[in-house]
């Protein structure tokens, strides 16, 4: 079982930068794969970025591609979600999750645990 905890989401002015962390509890953390997803008024959940439990591989939507990072802190059992670039098509809700194995990790239904969610604003 692993529980996860979102922080650091607030409202910030366009092309400024926020951190979002994803604080796990529970032993197994290092060996899960965990992504970052975002869902936005009306409209479906979206992939944003994933790691892979080594932190060796890591995977972009496009549309943060350059602008997001993602890593990860096994001794800590955090992931983070560096933020910079922001635009207003970023704000959303953002969610953090984790799966076992390294496959398919843009597909949000191949994840096994859940956070409850931090708001992201970005003002034009």
């Known amino acids: 079982q692993v529980q996860l905890v979102e922080s650091g989401g607030g409202l910030v002015q366009a092309g400024g930068s926020l951190r979002l962390s994803c604080a796990a509890s529970?032993?197994?953390?290092?060996?899960?794969?965990a992504g970052w997803f975002r869902q936005a008024p009306g409209k479906d959940r979206e992939f944003v970025a994933a790691i892979t439990w080594n932190g060796v591989i890591t995977d972009y939507t496009d549309s943060v591609n350059g602008r997001f990072t993602i890593s990860r802190d096994n001794a800590k059992t955090t992931v983070y979600l560096q933020m910079n670039s922001l635009k207003p098509e970023d704000t959303a809700v953002y969610y953090c999750?984790?799966?076992?194995?390294?496959?398919?990790?843009?597909?949000?239904?191949?994840?096994?645990?859940w956070g409850q969610g931090t708001q992201v604003t970005v003002s034009s």
């Open positions: 999750a984790t799966k076992m194995g390294r496959g398919r990790l843009r597909l949000d239904s191949e994840y096994d645990y």
């Open positions: 529970g032993r197994t953390f290092s060996t899960y794969a």
